[in-house]
Antibody
Framework: QVQLVQSGAEVKKPGASVKVSCKASGYTFTNYAMHWVRQAPGQRLEWMGWINAGNGDTKYSQKFQGRVTITRDTSASTAYMELSSLRSEDTAVYYCARGSYCSGGSCYSGGRLDPWGQGTLVTVSS | QSVLTQPPSVSGAPGQRVTISCTGSSSNIGTGYDVHWYQQLPGTAPKLLIY???NRPSGVPDRFSGSKSGTSASLAITGLQAEDEADYYCQSYDTSLSGWVFGGGTKLTVL
């Protein structure tokens, strides 16, 4: 079955960077987009960005532009999300989620996110 | 503040019917982009509940249904059960932001 397994919890100091991984299985990794969504404690879901796992094209939310980098390793069927210049407000659970099917170098905008990884708690504290 | 607006909470007794609204605008739901719904049980990752406005993934009971009209969408849950107690989120795509957007989430309490 389609499954996304994320790396473990992280504790970082303000100003540091964090890199979270998301290993996919059960489908052809390069045929789909991969999204990253975060959820601060008790807060709503917040979309961060996505990557076309086939050609590596990325698109980021304006809020995170300049601080977030999404990459992938096709040989490992793994996507990564790196967030830099961490501050306390970045304390959250970070999720990866499979997005739309991609064809001909482009992915459909607006598709559903399914399935989701189990989440990775990132705590930013001095 | 969320681009898609949901009521913070709804409640109902077991067996009753509840609806959760999701109000957007002409730059998201109103453009024709689909609305999708997710259920998030306490301490777990969101799970797709309704996709493409009205469709249920395999395994989702037919007690859950979705609809869309104009710039709004709704999730209906009939025959409420205790295990339905969760947070529910709507999601669509926003052309002004060029990105995916979520509602603020609605906490369902089964009385």
């Amino acid at each position: 079955q389609v499954q996304l397994v994320q790396s473990g919890a992280e504790v970082k100091k303000p100003g540091a960077s964090v890199k979270v991984s998301c290993k996919a299985s059960g489908y052809t990794f390069t045929n789909y987009a991969m999204h990253w969504v975060r959820q601060a404690p008790g807060q709503r879901l917040e979309w961060m960005g996505w990557i076309n796992a086939g050609n590596g094209d990325t698109k980021y939310s304006q809020k995170f532009q300049g601080r977030v980098t999404i990459t992938r390793d096709t040989s490992a069927s793994t996507a990564y999300m790196e967030l830099s210049s961490l501050r306390s407000e970045d304390t959250a659970v970070y999720y990866c989620a499979r997005g739309s099917y991609c064809s001909g170098g482009s992915c459909y905008s607006g598709g559903r996110l399914d399935p989701w990884g189990q989440g990775t708690l990132v705590t930013v504290s001095s | 503040q969320s681009v898609l607006t949901q009521p913070p909470s709804v409640s109902g007794a077991p067996g009753q019917r509840v609806t959760i609204s999701c109000t957007g605008s002409s730059s998201n739901i109103g453009t024709g982009y689909d609305v999708h719904w997710y259920q998030q049980l306490p301490g777990t990752a969101p799970k797709l509940l309704i996709y493409g406005n009205t469709n249920r993934p395999s395994g989702v009971p037919d007690r859950f249904s979705g609809s869309k009209s104009g710039t709004s969408a709704s999730l209906a849950i009939t025959g409420l059960q205790a295990e339905d107690e969760a947070d529910y989120y709507c999601q669509s795509y926003d052309t002004s932001l060029s990105g995916w957007v979520f509602g603020g989430g609605t906490k369902l309490t089964v009385l």
